[in-house]
């Protein structure tokens, strides 16, 4: 039995806590939120996030961050991307040298670039600074549904820890030592869907989605090597397999947004209506900024962008996507 506490108490880290103590772990959830720590205690159940999903008592759910961290074997961080360093800043005074830190949130810092372990490691440089990403939605973790993740650790040993704290016979996990594409892949997969969402408000077809799944993996994958990750991942669970889920999921807010902004609403509207943090559009301009950092083509990345936060109109993005000078689908590919 290990000790575990989650840092976050939204859909994802209540899912998570469930599944640690399901496998046996003893967890404590921490959330800033005191009125969300009064409701997590009183309802014994996430009834905004995870409805009809109980938390048993064995879960210690409290606003004091030294509780959700010193002792514990693992500390996972799961607060939403754009509160990642500033909780992990406040996180710091209390992490031991070579404590186990598990990020399982997804994103990139707009002002700095960075992911969010390089975020987390400027913060709390004592900590082991992990990540465990793959196609994992939240209510479906928190149901039981078998789901298939990666984790990704600097060290083997690490990552096979990790492997088994979180393993079981619904939650199955691989180790990978590729860090960087892990991240990338998993934040960047939600510009992409995005345009997914806006693809389905505008009415368009399977067809529209397959092509945006495809050539937006291609976009991650080009842009992801030119960075150092490995061409490996952005085809496995944390690229190509998380990329699928959130295009195509009822689940994945960032599909809903994007589908309310292909209906007509603004970004903030959508945003409102979701009720949620909408990744991609906080990972949107930072993808925009690295393509252009690393001289890298993304096409679909540069017409969110526009949608987002230039007025664009969904539909003449599409028409500009599709009416672009004709290309070689993989360049690296010979002609006899």
Not at 78 to 106: E, H, W
Request: with cysteine.
């Amino acid at each position: 039995m290990a000790r575990a506490g989650v840092m976050g108490a939204g859909s994802w880290g209540t899912a998570l806590a469930l599944l640690l103590s399901k496998n046996g772990h003893e967890v404590t959830i921490w959330s800033i939120d005191k009125a969300e720590v009064e409701m997590l205690k009183a309802k014994r159940e996430h009834v905004d996030k995870l409805p009809g999903i109980p938390i048993p008592e064995s879960i210690k759910i409290t606003n004091n961050i030294t509780e959700g961290i010193e002792g514990m074997d693992i500390v996972v961080l799961a607060v939403p991307s754009v509160f990642t360093r500033s909780t992990a800043r406040a996180m710091c005074p209390y992490v031991k040298d070579g404590q186990i830190l598990v990020n399982v949130s997804k994103g990139i810092e707009e002002t700095t670039l960075m992911t969010m372990t390089e975020q987390i490691e400027e913060e709390i440089p004592q900590a082991n600074v992990t990540v465990l990403s793959g196609p994992s939605h939240a209510e479906e973790v928190g149901r039981e549904i078998p789901t298939t993740v990666v984790v990704g650790a600097k060290d083997q040993k690490t990552a096979e820890y990790i492997q088994s704290i979180f393993m079981s016979r619904v939650f199955r996990v691989y180790t990978s030592p590729d860090i960087l594409g892990i991240e990338l892949g998993g934040s960047l997969k939600n510009v992409i869907a995005l345009a997914a969402g806006m693809a389905d408000g505008l009415g368009y077809g399977d067809n529209t989605k397959a092509a945006l799944i495809t050539r937006g993996m291609a976009e991650i994958s080009r842009l992801g090597i030119k960075m150092g990750g490995k061409a490996e991942t952005f085809s496995g669970l944390a690229g190509m397999g998380d990329l699928i889920v959130t295009c195509a999921s009822i689940h994945s807010r960032n599909r809903k947004a994007g589908y309310l902004m292909g209906k007509g609403r603004t970004m903030q509207e959508a945003m409102d209506e979701v009720k949620m943090v909408v990744e991609g559009v906080y990972s949107a301009k930072a993808a925009k900024a690295l393509a252009r950092k690393y001289d890298v083509s993304m096409p679909i990345v540069e017409e969110v962008n526009k949608i987002l936060f230039e007025n664009k109109k969904a539909e003449d993005a599409v028409s500009e996507l599709m009416l672009r000078d004709g290309k070689i689908e993989h360049s690296d590919l010979p002609w006899e």
